[in-house]
Protein backbone atom coordinates (compact mmCIF):
# COMPACT_ATOMS: atom_id res chain seq x y z
CA UNK A 1 0.00 0.00 0.00
CA UNK A 2 0.91 3.65 -0.82
CA UNK A 3 0.08 6.66 0.68
CA UNK A 4 0.23 10.46 0.04
CA UNK A 5 -0.42 12.96 2.63
CA UNK A 6 -1.44 16.38 1.70
CA UNK A 7 -3.25 19.41 3.40
CA UNK A 8 -0.64 20.74 5.49
CA UNK A 9 0.14 24.89 5.69
CA UNK A 10 0.81 27.57 7.71
CA UNK A 11 -2.33 28.41 9.93
CA UNK A 12 -2.86 30.51 13.18
CA UNK A 13 -4.12 29.70 16.49
CA UNK A 14 -7.99 28.76 16.37
CA UNK A 15 -7.80 27.81 12.62
CA UNK A 16 -8.61 24.70 11.08
CA UNK A 17 -6.86 22.22 8.37
CA UNK A 18 -8.23 19.28 6.37
CA UNK A 19 -5.37 16.71 5.98
CA UNK A 20 -5.84 13.47 3.46
CA UNK A 21 -4.11 10.68 2.79
CA UNK A 22 -4.75 8.52 -0.86
CA UNK A 23 -4.01 5.58 -0.47
CA UNK A 24 -3.17 3.16 -3.64
CA UNK A 25 -1.96 -0.80 -4.45
CA UNK A 26 -3.80 -3.23 -2.59
CA UNK A 27 -5.62 -1.09 -0.24
CA UNK A 28 -7.80 -3.83 -0.20
CA UNK A 29 -5.04 -5.07 2.25
CA UNK A 30 -5.56 -2.22 4.95
CA UNK A 31 -7.49 -2.41 8.43
CA UNK A 32 -6.51 0.63 9.80
CA UNK A 33 -5.11 3.75 8.80
CA UNK A 34 -3.70 6.20 11.21
CA UNK A 35 -2.43 9.33 11.56
CA UNK A 36 1.23 10.14 13.28
CA UNK A 37 3.19 13.50 14.21
CA UNK A 38 6.79 14.06 15.03
CA UNK A 39 8.49 17.04 16.11
CA UNK A 40 12.40 17.15 15.35
CA UNK A 41 13.97 15.68 18.43
CA UNK A 42 11.04 13.33 19.58
CA UNK A 43 9.34 10.27 18.91
CA UNK A 44 6.35 9.90 16.38
CA UNK A 45 3.01 10.30 18.45
CA UNK A 46 -0.10 9.18 17.48
CA UNK A 47 -2.99 11.30 16.76
CA UNK A 48 -6.27 9.30 15.62
CA UNK A 49 -6.81 5.86 13.29
CA UNK A 50 -9.74 4.28 11.48
CA UNK A 51 -10.44 1.49 10.77
CA UNK A 52 -11.24 0.62 7.10
CA UNK A 53 -14.28 -1.18 7.25
CA UNK A 54 -16.20 -0.46 9.99
CA UNK A 55 -14.79 3.01 10.65
CA UNK A 56 -14.18 2.51 14.20
CA UNK A 57 -12.18 5.14 15.29
CA UNK A 58 -9.59 6.51 18.31
CA UNK A 59 -7.96 9.48 19.11
CA UNK A 60 -4.67 10.19 21.47
CA UNK A 61 -5.95 12.69 24.51
CA UNK A 62 -4.37 16.04 22.99
CA UNK A 63 -6.43 16.16 20.13
CA UNK A 64 -10.08 14.46 20.78
CA UNK A 65 -12.76 16.88 20.95
CA UNK A 66 -10.81 18.97 18.07
CA UNK A 67 -10.26 16.63 15.62
CA UNK A 68 -11.60 14.16 13.66
CA UNK A 69 -10.62 11.29 11.23
CA UNK A 70 -12.85 9.66 8.69
CA UNK A 71 -12.54 8.14 4.95
CA UNK A 72 -13.73 7.40 1.92
CA UNK A 73 -13.91 3.84 0.97
CA UNK A 74 -14.49 4.93 -2.24
CA UNK A 75 -11.45 7.07 -3.00
CA UNK A 76 -9.63 4.79 -1.21
CA UNK A 77 -9.17 8.54 0.90
CA UNK A 78 -8.53 8.99 4.82
CA UNK A 79 -8.96 12.75 6.17
CA UNK A 80 -7.81 14.21 9.46
CA UNK A 81 -10.39 17.72 10.52
CA UNK A 82 -8.32 19.77 12.56
CA UNK A 83 -9.62 21.99 14.19
CA UNK A 84 -9.15 24.77 17.07
CA UNK A 85 -5.37 24.37 16.33
CA UNK A 86 -2.70 25.34 18.95
CA UNK A 87 1.08 25.98 18.23
CA UNK A 88 1.62 22.46 19.94
CA UNK A 89 0.07 20.59 16.93
CA UNK A 90 2.79 21.77 14.97
CA UNK A 91 4.77 18.83 13.40
CA UNK A 92 4.75 16.98 10.22
CA UNK A 93 1.52 14.85 9.78
CA UNK A 94 2.35 10.97 8.70
CA UNK A 95 -0.48 8.56 7.70
CA UNK A 96 0.09 4.84 8.00
CA UNK A 97 -1.59 1.71 6.75
CA UNK A 98 -1.72 -1.21 8.90
CA UNK A 99 -1.81 -4.42 6.92
CA UNK A 100 -3.96 -7.69 8.04
CA UNK A 101 -4.44 -7.66 11.51
CA UNK A 102 -5.45 -5.57 14.33
CA UNK A 103 -3.49 -2.29 15.40
CA UNK A 104 -3.84 0.20 17.92
CA UNK A 105 -1.61 3.60 18.55
CA UNK A 106 1.65 2.08 18.33
CA UNK A 107 3.66 3.49 15.44
CA UNK A 108 5.52 -0.23 15.11
CA UNK A 109 2.26 -1.82 14.12
CA UNK A 110 2.08 0.00 10.86
CA UNK A 111 3.52 -1.30 7.74
CA UNK A 112 3.27 1.26 5.13
CA UNK A 113 4.34 5.60 5.87
CA UNK A 114 3.47 8.13 3.31
CA UNK A 115 5.99 10.92 3.02
CA UNK A 116 4.40 13.68 5.63
CA UNK A 117 2.91 17.04 5.63
CA UNK A 118 4.14 20.16 7.51
CA UNK A 119 1.73 22.03 9.75
CA UNK A 120 2.27 25.13 11.24
CA UNK A 121 0.13 26.96 13.79
CA UNK A 122 1.44 30.30 15.11
CA UNK A 123 0.39 31.86 18.12
Known amino acids: VQLQASGGGLVQAGDSLRLSCALT????????VAWFRQVPGRNRDFVAA????????WYSDSVRGRFTISRNTAKSTVFLQMNSLEPADTAVYYC?????????????????WGQGTQVTVSS
Open 50 to 57: ITWAGATT
Open 96 to 112: ASCRGRRCTSKSYEYDD
Open 25 to 32: GRTFSSTA
